[in-house]
């Protein structure tokens, strides 16, 4: 007996097994069960994994009780995925090969980086988190991820604004710079400006099904409150923006299209902006008299680069191998006067981590990656309403990716967010594809 991948191709049923054969009550029981165990972990995944929090609200946050937590939880996940039926099965095609190329290399350069323990563990945190992002795939429809990802979303979001009210002195930053913008929870205003962000585009995704407005209307505004609060405006705006994507994707196969490359003209737009950083050693973008550091984002970018030279060009520092190195981490504190260990370009974070050879991985991942999920949509086995919210996802996180770290982030759930819709790319089709796709499937995503 033939099954499809039920929870994409028919997102409106319920969940049943890609193949296989009927089960006992009993196993189906401990399967449901198990499922459950997975969305209350994946809640609390999200929840403590957004961003660090404040130390002033939470005085262990700054000893990676995160970290640990949200490690545990993968873990958790990972044996509990082992328990309820498919929703997809994995195939071995190109788009799969180079995913694993490419975060297979990433988790190997600790090799060649400073031997850190922040690297060993960053690289040990990256294998969990993505063996737990694959489980979570297959063993969990989308839309049911998608709603833990809002319960979890809604929890640290709620408690900020709460906080604000409450707590002021430890969740809203005074100062000339910020003008009592928020925090909230998290030690940082970026933090809570994009998990506010994210939580706007998945409540209008949500909303769309017409199940449950009211409650996702108070989501939303819950959500837009931080984002107006926090001063992110770049992040609000890149959420609208994906949100009207997300419904313009619905209704026109141009800009289902259109999205569908977006990433690789965000990736070949990344990557001349680092060629222009290291052609002219300029620390600045100049915009025709005025001269844009994006809050002295640039000078870190301009200091990188500076130092990717020798064996570093061709396969990178390694995991954390840049800023867990003691001879540039103080350097530039000394030229500036505060350092970060963060690039705040993810694409910057690929080329210095990875080199250019995981920049090529990068990009091919994507490009396979792109055209298979085209491919699964033409023959129907991903619905259009499914095709839409990963495609504007993966757009919404590579124009965040411009002023933040995401790429290659190993406990943020923001990073795992990417790895799930590679997971769900890599699908194969049911093992006798129905005869009425006729065309549609004249382009395979092809075997290696």
Request: aromatic share 12%.
């Amino acid at each position: 007996m033939v099954h499809r991948a039920a929870s994409y191709l028919h997102p409106a049923g319920p969940a049943r097994p890609v193949a296989g054969f009927a089960l006992s009550g009993e196993a189906r029981r401990a399967g449901d069960a198990a499922l459950s165990l997975i969305k209350a972990l994946t809640v609390v995944i999200v929840a403590v994994s957004l961003g660090t929090f404040s130390d002033q609200l939470i005085p262990l946050a700054s000893d990676n009780l995160q970290q640990y937590l949200s490690t545990g939880a993968w873990l958790a996940v990972i044996f509990a995925s082992l328990f309820p039926q498919r929703v997809l099965r994995i195939a071995p095609w190109n788009d799969t090969i180079v995913t694993m190329a490419f975060l297979g290399f990433a988790m190997t350069s600790v090799v060649w980086s400073n031997y850190s323990s922040a690297s060993l563990l960053k690289g040990l945190a990256l294998a969990v988190t993505t063996f737990g992002a694959y489980r979570l795939a297959v063993s969990t429809p989308l839309d049911d991820i998608i709603d833990c990802v809002i319960a979890g979303l809604l929890v640290p979001l709620a408690a900020s604004l709460v906080l604000v009210f409450l707590r002021p002195d430890a969740s809203v930053i005074q100062g000339w710079m910020y003008h009592g913008q928020w925090t909230g929870i998290f030690a940082s205003k970026q933090s809570l400006g994009f998990a506010g962000a994210f939580l706007m585009f998945f409540a209008a995704y949500r909303a769309a099904i017409r199940k449950g407005r009211l409650f996702l209307l108070a989501a939303f505004a819950l959500a837009s409150a931080c984002v107006i609060g926090s001063g992110s405006r770049g992040g609000g705006t890149i959420a609208l923006a994906a949100i009207a994507s997300l419904y313009l994707s619905r209704r026109f196969a141009g800009v289902r299209k259109t999205l569908a490359l977006m990433p690789l003209v965000l990736i070949a737009a990344a990557n001349g902006l680092i060629v222009y950083f290291a052609l002219s050693r300029s620390a600045f973008i100049p915009w025709f008299d005025a001269q844009i550091d994006l809050s002295e984002r640039t000078l870190i970018w301009q200091y990188s680069l500076d130092h990717f030279r020798g064996n570093a060009v061709l396969i990178g520092f390694g995991l954390n191998g840049f800023w867990s190195n003691p001879a540039f981490y103080d350097a530039f504190l000394r030229q500036h006067g505060w350092v970060l260990d963060n690039f705040h370009n993810g694409y910057l974070a690929i080329l210095m981590e990875t080199g250019t050879v995981g920049m090529a991985l990068f990009t091919l991942m994507y490009f396979f990656s792109m055209r298979k999920l085209q491919w699964l949509a033409a023959n129907r086995l991903l619905s259009r309403r499914h095709y839409g919210v990963l495609v504007c996802l993966i757009n919404l996180l590579f124009l965040i990716n411009f002023t933040e770290t995401v790429f290659l982030r190993s406990t943020n759930f923001t990073a795992t967010l990417l790895i799930i819709p590679l997971f769900i790319c890599c699908q194969a089709p049911p093992p006798q594809q129905p005869a009425r796709l006729g065309r549609a499937s004249h382009d395979p995503p092809g075997r290696s």
